[in-house]
């Protein structure tokens, strides 16, 4: 049980070999097959692995999963199990490299970067599907900092400065001043050397020089607990992000039949016009439930006043209004509301110091109906889910109720 050499540790750009199997192992049911050699990254320091095949004896085996060992073996979860001696070649799926390449070392340039600006170290990195995060171990990064970070990345990357990658005995490497040591570590250490500008030890796929990462794009920066994360994309992703990001924008600006720039702008207006109308409809509801209310006591007389009324096209908050405007400032009204506007909702509101219970009452009721509510003695509101009872059920009930507490 050796190490496999690892073809991708010298050419970041090697995407077929040719190797031979030297263990067949089932990993939870997975076939996972070990090469002497390979040139497919597997998970590690931040980067995802690579996706590709096996070409063996005439068949294509999908490499679904590469995954470090501890001792140094790399396995490559496949669709199909290879017996031990089988002769392979294997292609490493070059568009998704390419991707991994670009973000890696992009990540590299945008570490140094705050760095060299503000000193802010670079503790953490992560390649997801979409876009990748640095975590600064720093209490804050403005978005000037960001962008000044943004710039000098892109410059080195214009620069086009060459990459090499050097293997170096510890010692050596100690007196380099890299800009982050692994936490232990035999033999000689894998440095990426980025040319006057940061040099680092890491075992990842990277570019050979500044220039192939493309560009490198800032997106968006919060506060996590071992510092700030900042989210960044590079090469294509950089240009299919920003492609996306404008394509919403545009969509959002026809909306309002304006420029991208000025979307803010109208959202703003919109956001305060919306904000307005729901006061004014607001205040023209009081209205409504104060005039109702008056029209609706005016048509009542006796000694103890029930009032019931299903609204079937108000909404819960026009009786709730209305229940409050028939009841406050008297002593003998008891109203009984429906609506059905939304979800139809029913509200009991009692004149205080009467002896029923509306909690009680709108409890029983929804016991009835098949809702939920309650509330306190003098006002209470029940919910019935959308469509579920008929309207002539609710106005029974209503009545029902009514007709009992009218009884001396
Ligand atoms: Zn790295």
Known sequence: MSS?????YHDSFLYDFDARVVEALERNGRAAIVLDRTAFYPTSGGQVHDLGTLLAEGRQIAITEVADEEDGRILHFSAAPLPAGT?????VDATRRRDHVQQHSGQHVLSAA????????????HMGVESCTIDL????????????????????????????????PLEEARQLGLR??????????????????DMTACGGTHVRATGQIGSILLRKIEKVKQGMRVEFVCGQRAVSTARRDYTTLTEAAALYSSHIHDVPEQVRKSLAES????????????????????????????SQRVITRLFPDRNALFIKLLAQKLTAGKTDVIALLASNSGQPTLVFAQSPGQKSNMGQLMKDAMAQLGGRGGGSVEIAQGGLPAGAVDLSRIEALLQEVGAKLQQP
């Open 4 to 8: 496999t050499e690892r073809l991708y």
């Open 114 to 125: 705050f760095i060299r600006l503000f000193n802010m170290p670079t503790v953490s990195f």
């Open 275 to 302: 904000k307005s109308a729901g006061k004014a409809q607001q205040k023209l509801l009081e209205e409504l439930a104060e005039l109702s209310a008056e029209r609706m006591l005016a048509q009542t007389s006796g």
């Open 180 to 197: 982050k040591l692994p936490p232990k570590q035999t033999g000689d250490l894998r440095l990426i050397d980025i040319t006057n500008f």
């Open 137 to 168: 171990e720093t209490a804050g990064v403005s978005v000037a900092q960001a962008e000044k970070a943004e710039f000098l990345a892109n410059e080195v990357i214009a620069e086009d400065r060459p990459v090499s990658i050097r293997f170096v």
């Open 87 to 91: 002769q392979v070649h294997g292609s």
